[in-house]
């Protein structure tokens, strides 16, 4: 589970440096067509690469005793799973569409990469 975990680190920085290898294409030459599926497999990757990071993470903590495996119990945890979806998925559906500045493009991106990561480890932690 420990090793897992870096399979979705790897996941989250390789989205992150394809989106800027997008961004950089578009500078070069504005006119250049976006690709709206390659931009959408990015924020895939970025989404389940962080909740993979975080939740093997604690599968590993939890496997090993470090963390006890009762459930995280908190009173809110529905209601915070769904904000963090739809968060989630609001980036998501930005990102593809995104026409703007390149910088506002990252910044959803590392939104949705922080969200990720926060999911990962509520999820598997609850």
Not at 35 to 56: E, F, N, P, Q, Y
Not at 113 to 122: N, Q, R
């Amino acid at each position: 589970a420990a090793f897992h975990s870096l399979v979705g680190l790897a996941a989250v920085l390789t989205a992150v440096a394809d989106y800027l290898e997008v961004m950089a294409e578009r500078e070069e030459d504005p006119l250049v067509e976006i690709d709206t599926v390659r931009l959408a497999a990015v924020g895939l990757a970025a989404a389940i690469g962080g909740i993979t990071t975080t939740g093997s993470i604690i599968a590993f903590a939890k496997l090993s005793a470090m963390l006890s495996s009762a459930p995280l119990r908190l009173p809110i945890r529905d209601p915070l799973n769904l904000v963090m979806a739809l968060a989630l998925l609001a980036g998501l559906v930005y990102i593809p569409l995104d026409v703007g500045e390149p910088c506002t493009g990252l910044l959803v991106l590392g939104g949705v990469t922080l969200v990720s990561l926060v999911m990962g480890l509520h999820m598997v932690h609850s």
